[in-house]
């Protein structure tokens, strides 16, 4: 990140429709259609001075919090992230094709689009839920699972 000078990483982006704050992020974004891309978020490396400086940033979350708003309205993370690249158009983003990452059931492998597991599916199910004892591996060439135990 900081050798490549970059504010925002993250994995890959997925479609949310919202419209509740429609009307705030519009306002910061000047968008004219309620969002529909989001950054996945359950990986991401964001540097903080970026975050923290931006007066913009911060006013627009400061407008998602007043009132409750956030808690009140259902508004996605990842939605908010996508915002807020948005609203600073500066941001210095790169999208982490290369990085293979798993979390629960969203797994991200690189140069594999669409189904890869074509083994038992009660016994992925099992094994990601058993998978605090053991480290799963997915291997893409044989699309099955190797087992790790930790």
Same mark, same amino acid.
């Given at each position: 990140?900081?050798?490549?000078?970059?504010?925002?990483?993250?994995?890959?982006?997925?479609? !949310?429709?919202?419209?509740?704050?429609? !009307?705030?992020?519009?306002?910061?974004?000047?968008?004219?259609?309620?969002?529909?891309?989001?950054?996945?978020?359950?990986?991401?490396?964001?540097?903080?001075?970026?975050?923290?400086?931006?007066?913009?940033?911060?006013?627009?979350?400061?407008?998602?919090?007043?009132?409750?708003?956030?808690?009140?309205?259902?508004?996605?993370?990842?939605?908010?992230?996508?915002?807020?690249?948005?609203?600073?158009?500066?941001?210095?983003?790169?999208?982490?094709?290369?990085?293979?990452?798993?979390?629960?059931?969203?797994?991200?492998?690189?140069?594999?689009?669409?189904?890869?597991?074509?083994?038992?599916?009660?016994?992925?199910?099992?094994?990601?839920?058993?998978?605090?004892?053991?480290?799963?591996?997915?291997?893409?060439?044989?699309?099955?699972?190797?087992?790790?135990?930790?």
């Amino acid at each position: 990140m900081q050798r490549q000078n970059i504010d925002y990483a993250y994995i890959s982006r997925y479609s !949310e429709g919202n419209e509740a704050w429609f !009307e705030i992020e519009k306002r910061f974004t000047n968008i004219d259609k309620p969002r529909q891309s989001c950054i996945y978020n359950n990986f991401f490396i964001i540097r903080l001075q970026w975050f923290y400086k931006s007066e913009r940033i911060q006013t627009f979350l400061q407008e998602l919090i007043r009132d409750d708003f956030f808690l009140r309205e259902y508004i996605g993370d990842g939605c908010v992230h996508a915002a807020m690249l948005d609203i600073d158009r500066n941001a210095r983003t790169k999208q982490l094709k290369l990085l293979e990452y798993g979390h629960n059931f969203h797994l991200y492998i690189r140069n594999i689009r669409g189904s890869f597991y074509n083994g038992n599916l009660h016994e992925f199910y099992q094994d990601v839920a058993d998978s605090c004892d053991h480290l799963l591996s997915i291997n893409t060439e044989r699309t099955g699972i190797k087992k790790v135990k930790i």
